[in-house]
């Protein structure tokens, strides 16, 4: 119920008595003021005389009040080792497709590769399960669909031009500023889950030891609404969802593509290729081409960009 009398709050903009609270609610007056207490005890700064209670400001904390009409999937955690950990034991229970795991910092925080990711309070650490109508051999473009959602997330709340880099992370400026990790469940050919985990540097200071890592913040000069940019991102991911088998999920990813037409090396286990990157195929694999002229299709990797 505190989060029904929170959108209340947030819809009326105004000042609202007790009794017009409790009336709305179908509840009594003292459950109203045992709500406010909660939301309040939680970080929420409500206002509250004898002509009724107002919202003053919402804390800048990934709440599940923060994500109304799905606040009963969220599940918040104000530190812990990955939210991709606590994602998967979810939807290995059952957890519903959308159901949404958010920390405020992570001791153990994990990008592809088993590399660890700086992960101070400040960035957005998230971790979506989803449980999309897809064959396991496209599940990769929920890797592409999933980056640019972050991308055009950034570029429409804060006017910054974003860039994706082949399969999973987005730049700013050639710099990382958000990774996105998917993990996959199946059987046979049928998907059980997809998890789709978010780093983001929002209101986070990059020290000279990540010279290739930025933070919203420092581009922008400001902290950003982190509520308000995980909230696009989700719901971004999710809309993308539903178009996953559509070839314009592809082209919308090379138009945000900051990778295809440059020269990359990608390490795949022991080898590595090396060559052109010309363009992705139907199921998200970078097309590479080798200086002998051969073709390479590269399914998975890690890719660096190259300057030479």
Request: contains cysteine; aromatic residues 6%.
């Amino acid at each position: 119920m505190r989060y029904e009398l929170l959108r209340l709050l947030r819809e009326k903009g105004d000042r609202v008595s007790g009794e017009a609270l409790s009336r709305e609610l179908g509840v009594s007056r003292v459950s109203v003021w045992k709500s406010v207490r909660e939301l309040s005890a939680a970080g929420y700064d409500i206002s509250a005389t004898s002509r009724g209670y107002f919202l003053v400001s919402s804390p800048d904390v990934l709440l599940p009040g923060e994500f109304p009409g799905w606040e009963d999937r969220v599940h918040h955690l104000d530190e812990v080792d990955s939210t991709m950990i606590v994602a998967r034991g979810l939807a290995r229970k059952g957890a519903v497709h959308g159901t949404l795991v958010t920390a405020e910092r992570q001791t153990g925080g994990r990008g592809r590769l088993e590399r660890s990711w700086f992960s101070p309070k400040g960035g957005i650490y998230m971790t979506l399960v989803t449980r999309p109508s897809v064959a396991a051999g496209m599940a990769p473009r929920i890797n592409l669909l999933s980056a640019v959602a972050v991308a055009s997330a950034v570029e429409s709340l804060h006017g910054i031009s974003a860039r994706v880099k082949w399969p999973n992370d987005v730049l700013v400026d050639g710099k990382k500023l958000c990774g996105i990790l998917a993990e996959m469940e199946a059987e046979m050919d049928a998907v059980r889950f997809v998890n789709i985990g978010v780093g983001l540097n929002a209101n986070v200071q990059i020290t000279d030891a990540f010279p290739d890592a930025v933070s919203l913040s420092q581009l922008l000069g400001h902290d950003v609404n982190r509520r308000l940019l995980a909230r696009e991102i989700v719901e971004s991911i999710l809309r993308r969802l539903q178009c996953v088998q559509s070839a314009d999920i592809l082209d919308e990813w090379r138009c945000y593509a900051h990778t295809l037409g440059r020269r990359v090396s990608i390490a795949t286990g022991n080898t590595a290729v090396e060559g052109l990157a010309i363009d992705i195929d139907d199921f998200g694999a970078l097309l590479v081409k080798r200086d002998d002229g051969t073709l390479m299709t590269v399914v998975a990797g890690d890719c660096t960009h190259r300057t030479d």
